[in-house]
């Protein structure tokens, strides 16, 4: 009877463990299914927040990409603003448009930077010493 009993309360733990629920990211606004318990950890790890798995990333990359040392709380606060400002921008008229345009000054810049590590072409020069060795 009593390993029973230790048997459904092991299925009840993991049942309860991965319970789904929605989680809205309090940066892009994003909703996400999750576990109760992920949902948990995220909210700890960003001080009652929770914000998806991209904008984490982001907050990692602002961290590091300061260059003012900076905690992980006022990334997070940086990459807020960033996202509040981005939804608050209007559409642009022709979208199409725009995205050629970007990806047009996007290349032009590429190709106008220097090459920090410039390609050396190597060329394979014909020697008489491999057609003598097969001559013989």
């Given at each position: 009877?009593?390993?029973a009993q230790q048997k459904q309360a092991a299925?009840?733990?993991v049942l309860k463990?991965?319970?789904l629920a929605f989680a809205k990211c309090e940066c892009c606004?994003?909703?996400e299914e999750c576990t109760e318990e992920y949902i948990k950890r995220v909210r700890d790890r960003f001080s009652g927040r929770w914000i998806c798995g991209l904008c984490a990333e982001a907050v990692?990359?602002?961290v590091v990409r300061s260059e003012k040392r900076i905690g992980k709380e006022e990334a997070l606060n940086q990459h807020m603003s960033?996202?509040?400002k981005f939804k608050n921008l209007s559409p642009p008229k022709s979208p199409s448009d725009e995205l050629i345009s970007a990806v047009k000054q996007l290349l032009l810049k590429s190709l106008d930077s220097p090459r920090s590590s410039p390609v050396k072409k190597r060329?394979?020069?014909r020697s008489e010493i491999?057609?003598?060795a097969l001559d013989s």
């Open positions: 009877m009593e390993i299925a009840t733990t463990a991965t319970d606004g994003l909703t990692k990359d602002e960033f996202c509040r060329c394979l020069i491999c057609f003598s």
